[in-house]
């Protein structure tokens, strides 16, 4: 634990907190003192312990939203916690290009001008994006201050920076080289809207209602015709061939025939193909459309069947769609419906199906044939799945392990280039021969003829294609900068579930193929956040704007109810209420400070408690918090950020402010206890102010920063104090044990009160028997006997067997009694009755919870030995009312 203690003397500006708790008045004042001093810099000896973490960088597409907000919230614990135990952190700060999310901001903006992308030509639309990426860079990072993210700004980066584009060329340059990256004419994802390829984990599927066409060709010298079914007509002018299975019996009379295809009146021929039909399902034939989609190309190159591009890049029907042409495809899937109907040749059906859509814009995607550039993924994912398998990376929760390697072992080539204007341009260059040149720069001239001018492809790269590289490229990579030596690889990575595979599965598959080593050795995957459990939308009125919030609530408060709700489910549930409680937290602590500096100001203040004789109290408390420090450094690195919060909170409300500080006021104040007891008290109470600040610190380190430096006169200290672990040799059970009777027994008392309808302020008389369930702790309360009087409000206390009259119950296995007035016996009977009704609800609700396997197995343990307690606690009050109304 720090040994800072407070100054016994010291000047006003360091002792007062204003009356009132407004964050406001210091929070921007603190960032910029930490900014100011280099906090936010590794600072130690290189090859001394060392903690790194890269932010995942926001896109350069406007403000963070409360999802960023709770993801830099968690990484942020992780930085002030792990600075507090004393290592070199070093955080990365840094934003994405974004290509087509970023891209399709600028051409909104420019829509409401009436102007589009094409008008204004290439270059002066890219000089409009860098406009907005400064910007939108400064909104970030003031957002990223505002919430008191500890990072390193000094090393910010940006996906597009001369650096990280020089990494960007070299990595496609050398997997070209090295054959795993090629170029073909496959069938894509198409996003009519975005005009541009997008890969399988860019398409949300969306099941919708829709009908299922059946369609009748006719057969060249067979049957009556051929009946397919398919739930997109327009395509069906792109057909080269109607397929059947080599086996089918339904089927065999169209083998090697010849079918017309309506409405266009090309002949075409009929295939087997085992792989594309099942013999199980429908009619047996299936249409063939190469150009339109993927499992219908790969017949057509197992078949030599021509490709007809029948709906082009805009989602209009190309000149190949003869009277077709220029409709939107649904405008012409309206009109062949209705033209296939009047010739006798369709029927439809209702039928619920998954169409893709885009997941920028949530247009129908299109599989589109065209030229793209892939990666050839499976000898890349092969290591990533090892390193996973031995160890070497561990997800958290673990439960992702499982899906990470469903979906690296079925693993399909990645689809990198897109046809847009925003982004890194392919480093590919055709010569006017036609010869392909791929290169880290700019070749003058063809390497292979000479020719010059060469010009380079238009295409750009996947966005994700620089991100992969961002835990390595930050650092200077391809180059060997002392940062990339000191500090790659990461050790930790913080993120959400969603961008499993778009992002931390590419990182490692590159990091361990460019680097030789895992980027990192930690992945955190956190849940989305949700308010109040629904999803954020503008229509139901309940986003919230980080910003708006941390005006409202403070800083801290904002960080603390994220905390709090990091659970390690796909949900993060936040609502504004819960602010107001942390909010709250944050006033309570703040008083509480108020109060312990006023009563230690000017007095002496030990800074050694060793060798002292401390109260039971005093024992307990430190007890308690060594128990806490130790419980929030195992919660922490087990990236339970809600435990760790729940913990201090606890710890601070119920404990330090609601017990402790409430049993030491009497010898604070003097009516009670010596000088000496008064010292030892201050002492400890000023041990457990400085250590719940420390503890505290990293989730609200605004206000533990501001109450540190009024309590020690070292402003900007906090955040390099050291963290509190825990002291073992503070531990003492006896203490625990007997002032957490003491709380129980006064909490008794508190809630007798009310059910008997007497104030607060009422007496209450109250008898321990030294026959309790549990007689040691019995015969230890008469030496805490002024503390219970004190704290319960209690007139008359005698350790003896209650009497008849009083009303009689077990609390932490004391036997005890209670009683208002002398007059109380007259309405005992019914209280009792109504008591051991309760009980037996409440038992009743536990037992059937014990009872249920799922509760058992996937509660964490510690809720079901608690419950388990409880139930035996229930158990003993109840044989013990029971004997009471015998």
């Not at 993801?71 to 070093?90: P, Q, Y």
């Amino acid at each position: 634990m720090p040994e800072n203690v407070l100054p016994a003397e010291s000047e006003d500006s360091v002792r007062k907190l204003p009356k009132t708790f407004e964050p406001g008045s210091f929070e921007e004042r603190w960032y910029s003192v930490w900014e100011k001093d280099g906090r936010f810099q590794p600072s130690g000896a290189p090859g001394s312990p060392r903690f790194v973490m890269v932010v995942p960088p926001p896109n350069v597409t406007g403000k963070l939203h409360i999802g960023h907000a709770y993801g830099r919230t968690i990484e942020d614990i992780l930085a002030r916690w792990k600075r507090m135990l004393g290592f070199r952190v070093l955080w990365v700060p840094g934003t994405d290009h974004a290509g087509i999310a970023t891209q399709m901001v600028i051409e909104r903006q420019l829509a409401k001008q009436g102007i589009a992308r094409r008008d204004l030509g290439r270059e002066k639309f890219v000089e409009r994006i860098w406009a907005w990426k400064r910007e939108a860079k400064d909104t970030i990072q003031a957002q990223m201050k505002r919430l008191g993210c500890s990072l390193d700004w000094t090393r910010e980066r940006f996906t597009m920076d001369p650096d990280l584009s020089r990494a960007v060329r070299h990595v496609f340059a050398k997997l070209y080289q090295e054959g795993l990256i090629y170029r073909g004419r496959y069938v894509v994802n198409w996003c009519p809207r975005c005009e541009t390829a997008i890969s399988d984990l860019e398409v949300v599927h969306r099941e919708t209602e829709g009908s299922l066409y059946k369609i009748r060709y006719d057969v060249a010298g067979g049957p009556a015709g051929a009946v397919v079914a398919t739930t997109r007509p327009e395509t069906m002018l792109g057909d080269t061939a109607l397929a059947i299975h080599p086996d089918d019996p339904r089927t065999s009379k169209l083998r090697g025939r010849t079918a017309t295809l309506p409405i266009v009146g090309r002949e075409i021929p009929v295939v087997e193909d085992a792989i594309l039909v099942n013999r199980e399902f429908g009619t047996g034939v299936v249409k063939v459309t190469p150009a339109h989609d993927a499992n219908d190309f790969a017949v057509g190159q197992r078949h030599d069947l021509p490709a007809v591009v029948v709906i082009g890049p805009n989602g209009k029907m190309t000149a190949q769609a003869g009277e077709y042409a220029g409709l939107d495809r649904f405008e012409a899937r309206k009109r062949i419906v209705a033209r296939l109907t009047d010739e006798g040749r369709l029927t439809s059906e209702p039928y619920r199906n998954s169409i893709g859509h885009c997941q920028r814009c949530d247009t129908v995607i299109e599989p589109y044939l065209s030229e793209q550039w892939f990666v050839k993924i499976r000898p890349l994912a092969e290591p990533a799945i090892r390193v996973v398998e031995e160890g070497t990376i561990r997800f958290v929760p673990d439960a992702w392990t499982k899906t990470y390697f469903e979906w690296m072992r079925n693993i399909h080539d990645w689809c990198i280039s897109r046809q847009l204007w925003w982004g890194h341009r392919i480093p590919a260059f055709t010569c006017p021969n036609g010869h392909v040149t791929v290169s880290e720069d700019d070749p003058p001239s063809c390497p292979t003829c000479g020719a010059a001018p060469l010009e380079q492809d238009t295409d750009v790269l996947d966005t994700w294609f620089s991100s992969q590289l961002w835990p390595f490229s930050v650092f200077g990579w391809p180059e060997r900068t002392p940062d990339f030596e000191d500090f790659y690889p990461t050790d930790v990575l913080v993120t959400g579930y969603d961008i499993l595979f778009f992002w931390v599965a590419r990182m490692i598959m590159a990091g361990l193929h460019f680097t030789g080593k895992a980027p990192f050795s930690t992945v955190h995957l956190h849940g989305l956040v949700r308010i109040g459990g629904e999803k954020m939308s503008k229509s139901k009125g309940n986003v919230i704007d980080p910003l708006e919030a941390i005006t409202e609530f403070g800083a801290d408060a904002v960080r603390f109810t994220l905390a709090s709700a990091a659970a390690s489910g796909a949900t993060v549930s936040v609502e504004r209420g819960r602010m107001a409680g942390s909010r709250n937290f944050a006033t309570k602590l703040w008083n509480a400070a108020r109060f312990t500096l006023s009563s230690l100001e000017g007095q002496d203040v030990p800074e050694d408690l060793a060798g002292r004789s401390l109260s039971l109290p005093d024992r307990w408390i430190l007890s308690r918090l060594s128990g806490v420090a130790r419980d929030v450094n195992r919660q922490l690195s087990e990236f339970r950020f809600d435990e760790a919060a729940a913990s201090i909170y606890a710890f601070v409300w119920h404990e330090l402010c609601d017990a402790y500080v409430e049993m030491v006021k009497p010898v604070l104040s003097g009516r009670e206890g010596t000088e000496d007891e008064r010292g030892s008290a201050r002492g400890v109470l000023s041990r457990c102010l400085l250590d719940s600040l420390a503890l505290l610190h990293p989730f609200m380190p605004f206000l533990t920063e501001e109450i540190w430096d009024k309590a020690t006169g070292r402003p900007g200290t906090l955040i390099v104090a050291p963290y509190p672990t825990g002291e073992t040799l503070r531990n003492d059970p006896e203490a625990e044990r007997v002032i957490e009777a003491v709380r129980a027994l006064v909490t008794r008392v508190r809630n007798y009160r009310g059910e008997r309808g007497a104030s607060p302020t009422e007496p209450v008389e109250l008898w321990i028997a030294f026959d309790s369930p549990d007689p040691d702790l019995a015969a230890s309360l008469p030496a805490v006997a002024p503390l219970l009087r004190h704290l319960g409000r209690i007139s008359e206390l005698r350790f003896e067997a209650p009497p008849g009259a009083a009303f009689r119950d077990v609390v932490s296995k004391l036997s005890l009694g209670l009683r208002v007035r002398e007059t109380d016996a007259d309405s005992g009977s019914g209280r009792l009755e109504k008591a051991l009704a309760e009980i037996e609800q409440e038992y009743d609700g536990l037992s059937a919870k014990m009872r249920n396997p799922s509760f058992v197995d996937k509660a964490p343990p510690a809720v079901v030995e608690k419950t388990r307690r409880r139930l035996l606690e229930l158990e003993e009050r109840r044989a013990a009312l029971s004997a009471g109304r015998s």
